[in-house]
């Protein structure tokens, strides 16, 4: 059964960091891309960032561009987001989620239950 | 990266057919057949309808189907039923490993 499970949010100050970890299971991790997705309270859903198996291909919102980064570390079946100098409007649930595909797709076949970053003084 | 625009609602009777839009640009939807719809009920996590514009993943209802012309992509869902009210986003690849979702359509069941 695949499954994926977000840790790292919480309640942070705007402009500190936050790390999100995502831990993978129940597939052959490092044969598949992986994205970000988040959801503000209310709100729709955004990509973030994806990753593809090898790390080779990678993307961002422009909304996170210079400030987001994502990793991937494959012999621990782990997924990352750093989140750098964070903003009110990065306030949201953040999904990690698998794609059907090695390479970025929009093909996103698993998602996590998601992790709440709340970022308020 | 601007969002798709969707509908903010539609809704429709059990059995009927409805139609839901997904309006991009000559840039994400116009140039790639990469477009998905997603379904989300409230406080679950979204689910894969469609991908590649019409392809239905295994498990799916064929009363779910996809296609596009132009800069839009549409969803229909046929014989409508109480379990399909949720929320539907459409995602786009929009070039350089980016994607873009939908503003989301809340698909009532009258």
């Known amino acids: 059964e695949v499954q994926l499970v977000e840790s790292g949010g919480g309640l942070v100050q705007p402009g500190r960091s936050l790390r999100l970890s995502c831990a993978a299971s129940?597939?052959?991790?490092?044969?598949?891309?992986m994205h970000w997705v988040r959801q503000a309270p209310g709100k729709g859903l955004e990509w973030v960032s994806g990753?593809?198996?090898?790390?080779?291909?990678?993307g961002y919102a422009d909304s996170v561009k210079g400030r987001f980064t994502i990793s991937r570390d494959n012999a621990k079946n782990s997924l990352y987001l750093q989140m750098n100098s964070l903003r009110a409007e990065d306030t949201a649930l953040y999904y990690c989620?698998?794609?059907?595909?090695?390479?970025?797709?929009?093909?996103?076949?698993?998602w996590g239950q998601g992790t709440l970053v709340t970022v308020s003084s | 990266q601007s969002a798709l625009t969707q509908p903010a609602s539609v809704s429709g009777s059990p059995g009927q057919s409805i139609t839901i839009s997904c309006t991009g640009t000559?840039?994400?939807?116009?140039?790639?057949?990469?477009v998905s719809w997603y379904q989300q009920h409230p406080g679950k996590a979204p689910k894969l309808m469609i991908y590649?514009?019409?392809k239905r993943p295994s498990g799916v209802s064929n009363r779910f189907s996809g296609s596009k012309s132009g800069n839009t992509a549409s969803l229909t869902i046929s014989g409508l039923q109480a379990e399909d009210e949720a929320d539907y986003y459409c995602?786009?690849?929009?070039?350089?490993?980016?994607?873009?979702f939908g503003t989301g359509t809340k698909v009532t069941v009258l």
């Open positions: 989620a698998k794609d059907n595909q090695q390479w970025l797709s929009t093909r996103v076949d698993y």
């Open positions: 129940g597939f052959t991790f490092d044969d598949y891309a």
């Open positions: 990753i593809s198996w090898n790390s080779g291909s990678i």
């Open positions: 000559s840039s994400d939807v116009g140039s790639y057949n990469l």
């Open positions: 590649e514009v019409s």
């Open positions: 995602c786009s690849y929009a070039g350089s490993s980016t994607q873009v």
